[in-house]
């Protein structure tokens, strides 16, 4: 390898020893490519006209007078695909055609980052394979019919709790014995180097464009940038725009379960509130875990944040204090999707409410000139039916 | 204690090397298990620990590893199964696991408490040559040889870095993949196993994917120093869960059998 992949002592790739030349090729590409103008004009271009790239920026009034200061939404949930995933997975896409792969593979857990990467299969005419958990399968079954739609097998995975863990468990006993023609397309900011750099490359533009929106909407940097956080690559992309800017506060929001269960182990998915540092999928970082290191179960209703891990990055960004890291509960998350679906007419997913419901819980102690952006990561329409199974529409 | 070096100057053949999770399915019947394997001819026990995130393994073994965790194995608990082991008889131990259960413990007191129960050495399944230095030095100076594994899409180079770290035994992968029962031995693995005896003296055991009588002795023949059978030999209890007198009668059979195999190929 070429970079050490470390944030801090935290990252690394601690994989089984006939992985390192498939994660030395990819790194050597990725640093290659993405110093290539004639990549990053194809990447930009699709970015643009196929994805719809920049996202808007959107003062949210009604939200804000509720809250009683000024909250700013960054709109990845217009993005094609209906997430911030599409970002990279067009990055790591081209990435594949450029290297001269064949065949895709990704894990997903909510299901937004099977989909952008079977539209990705579909747009470069690649075999595509999902894994994805048996419990994910079923609570975000449209998601599944959308993969299959556009060409991609969907890959069931029954180990363990059937989420996040589980697919990526699997995602990478595949790509172990199928390393020399399939490109593994990661799609959180974990695992082993050199994905959480390359991740976050591809969805810093989040950050890039919300920063400059920000100044050109209201003249200046925001005070505080929220964003939720499972294996945190929408955080990671809109945070790594801020991390310099010591005045703007940045706060990551996990999954805490149902409140009932007050951040029980197995019950939560809060890994830097309540994990301690251990090494899974490739990279030293925080982890829920028992006492001997066996990965402990989470639970959270939101399936893209139902991971007992979180990127490296997260865990440095923890531990230097540049980052706060905070949990919301599902039953916010879900006051939350109603609030802003009732106030704005946005339907966010379950995801990214809990960002949203971090905001909301700031209401009353903040100034009203106070300006918060939160990353609106994915829309909700994959989680129509979650919500409608707890908080029935009368 | 009797170590790898003096076992496999007194072999005249390769050795044979059982896998097993440690309390799979239980504790007791595991202690059965490998006392009978001793029993049949295992030359050097492989043991793993169970993970409940076992990225290098295939269904048979991640079924092995829930199974021993819901019977409730711990690394105290597999610290006193390699003790019990060890009062049965002086049989060379090598523990396979995966860095998180090491790391959790501490590494140097993980170290020092399992070589003093008796075992010779360590392999870390997530953890490659390139991290060496944050285990070889502590496993050194607990007195633990260092195994690290080899695949056959290793260059030269790698394969050097790897044999100049490793002491005991160089744990040959077979295949790219993961763990698992197989029909046929890959095509390569004869011209792997004599690229590695060229690069290194040090004593080469091939796993992965060997499931017959047949493999092991094809493996022996291409010049492997040790043939480490591990699926396999972890479907036959899986098959048995039920008739445990059935389940230790066929494993021994088993195991006579690929000795047998090994012993005739040379």
Redesign the interface.
Same mark, same amino acid.
């Given at each position: 390898?070429k970079q050490d992949g470390r944030f801090g002592e935290f990252g690394?790739?601690?994989?089984?020893?006939?992985l390192?030349?498939a994660l030395e090729e990819l790194e050597e590409a990725f640093l290659r490519f993405t110093a290539d103008a004639g990549f990053n004009g194809e990447l930009q271009n699709l970015l643009k006209n196929y994805a719809g790239r920049p996202t808007p920026l959107y003062f949210a009034k009604r939200l804000s007078e509720l809250a009683g200061f000024k909250i700013y939404l960054k709109r990845e949930d217009l993005l094609h695909g209906g997430a911030h995933k599409m970002n990279n997975t067009l990055g790591q896409g081209l990435l594949a055609k450029y290297m001269g792969k064949k065949k895709l593979i990704a894990e997903t857990g909510a299901g937004q980052h099977g989909l952008a990467t079977a539209m990705v299969g579909a747009l470069f005419g690649m075999e595509t394979k999902i894994f994805m958990g048996e419990t994910d399968i079923e609570r975000q079954s449209v998601n599944v019919h959308k993969m299959k739609l556009c060409g991609a097998e969907v890959i069931g995975v029954e180990?363990?709790t059937g989420t996040l863990?589980d697919a990526i468990?699997d995602a990478?006993?595949y790509w172990?014995?199928?390393?020399?023609d399939t490109f593994y397309l990661f799609g959180s900011a974990a695992g082993p180097h050199p994905y959480p750099v390359i991740v976050k490359h591809f969805q810093s533009c989040i950050g890039t464009e919300a920063r400059q929106q920000c100044i050109e909407q209201t003249g200046r940097l925001p005070d505080m940038v929220a964003a939720c956080v499972g294996g945190g690559s929408n955080a990671i992309g809109i945070f790594s725009a801020f991390l310099k800017d010591k005045d703007v506060q940045i706060v990551g929001v996990e999954a805490g379960g149902s409140a009932k269960d007050r951040l029980a182990a197995g019950h939560h998915a809060a890994t830097l509130a309540a994990g301690k540092v %251990?090494?899974?999928? %490739?990279s030293k970082t925080y982890?829920l875990?028992n006492?001997?290191?066996?990965?402990a179960e989470t639970e959270s209703i939101s399936a893209g944040l139902d991971y007992p891990g979180v990127g490296p990055e997260h865990s440095f960004l923890k531990d230097t204090g540049r980052v706060k890291y905070v949990p919301a509960f599902d039953e916010d998350a879900l006051d939350a999707f109603e609030l802003l679906t009732k106030t704005e007419g946005i339907l966010p997913a379950l995801e990214s409410s809990h960002a949203i419901a971090y905001v909301m819980s700031l209401k009353g102690k903040l100034s009203p000139a106070t300006s918060v952006i939160v990353n609106l990561s994915g829309r909700g329409d994959k989680d129509v039916g979650i919500v409608e199974k707890y908080r029935p529409v009368k | 204690m009797k170590t790898y070096k003096e076992l496999f100057a007194q072999l005249k053949r390769p050795a044979l090397i059982p896998f097993f999770v440690i309390g799979d399915p239980d504790y007791e019947t595991s202690l059965e298990i490998v006392k009978r394997a001793i029993d049949a001819g295992a030359d050097i026990l492989e043991l793993g620990i169970p993970f409940s995130d076992p990225i290098a393994d295939g269904p048979t073994i991640q079924k092995a590893d829930v199974r021993a965790l819901a019977g409730g194995m711990t690394v105290s608990k597999a610290l006193d199964f390699i003790r019990q082991i060890k009062q049965y008889k002086d049989i060379p131990i090598g523990l396979l696991l995966y860095y998180n259960l090491v790391y959790q413990k501490g590494i140097k007191e993980f170290f020092k408490d399992f070589y003093r129960a008796g075992v010779n050495s360590i392999l870390i399944a997530d953890l490659s040559i390139d991290d060496a230095d944050e285990i070889a030095p502590a496993a050194r100076e607990a007195g633990l040889d260092t195994v690290f594994m080899v695949t056959p899409n290793a260059d030269e180079q790698r394969i050097k870095q790897i044999a100049s770290q490793t002491s005991g035994f160089i744990y040959a992968v077979s295949l790219l993949g993961v763990t698992g029962v197989r029909e046929g031995l890959s095509d390569t693995i004869e011209g792997f196993i004599k690229k590695l005896k060229k690069l290194t003296a040090t004593p080469v055991c091939v796993g992965f994917g060997i499931s017959k009588p047949e493999h092991a002795a094809a493996v022996a023949r291409a010049g492997a120093d040790g043939v480490i059978i591990g699926s396999k030999i972890v479907r036959i209890i899986e098959d048995n869960l039920n008739n445990k007198k059935k389940m230790l009668s066929e494993l021994a059979a088993f195991i006579t059998e690929c000795k047998k195999a090994i012993e005739k190929a040379r």
């Open positions: 390898m690394g790739f601690y994989v089984p020893e006939v390192i030349p180990g363990g863990k468990n990478l006993r172990t014995a199928n390393v020399s %251990g090494i899974l999928h %490739g982890l875990q006492d001997d290191g066996q990965i | -």
